[in-house]
């Protein structure tokens, strides 16, 4: 699991939930009805990863949600990468080929019996490497601790 240092986790599986930010109001940053646009975003992928662990829990199956970027256990860009929602880009930080990286990233650690997706390429090194203006990158891709 990806836990951070000195974190146990009890469950076998973690699902990840990214909501997907509004692009017309993202792009007003930074202004401040953008920031309240943010966070309001960050209530509604809470609320979701606790509907979620709610569900799995009435089905008789133990669930964790983790409802923010301050979890404080697990670290998401790693498993989301590792389950095929997308690839690290050369920023250091997840791009998904639907939401680009204009979203946040939600879990909920259970033991239900889930069908596993694996890592995935999606073409967005290359496609970055073409589309972006030229010093956009970094030449090499930042890992995230």
């Known amino acids: 699991m990806w836990a951070f240092e000195g974190v146990t986790i009890v469950y ?4 990840i939930l990214g909501f997907q930010h509004q692009y ?3 792009r007003k940053a930074p202004k401040p ?4 646009k943010v966070i309001r975003q960050y209530g509604r992928a809470a609320f ?3 509907y979620v662990a709610n569900w799995l829990h009435g089905l008789g199956l133990d669930s964790e ?3 923010g970027p301050m979890s404080g256990k ?9 389950l095929g929602f997308g690839e690290l880009g050369k920023h250091g930080s997840i791009i998904n ?6 979203f946040c990233l939600f879990a909920i650690l259970t033991d239900c019996p889930l069908p596993l997706n694996e890592h995935r390429e999606h073409g967005i090194d290359g496609f970055c490497e073409t589309a972006c203006p030229p010093n956009a990158l970094f ?3 930042k890992l995230v601790r």
């Open 12 to 15: 076998k599986n973690i699902v």
């Open 24 to 26: 017309d109001e993202i």
């Open 33 to 36: 009805a953008s920031g309240l």
């Open 48 to 50: 979701g990863s606790k």
């Open 65 to 67: 949600p983790l409802t």
């Open 74 to 82: 697990v670290t998401m860009i790693p498993p989301a990468i590792a």
């Open 97 to 102: 080929p639907e939401f680009g990286v204009s």
């Open 139 to 141: 030449s090499e891709t």
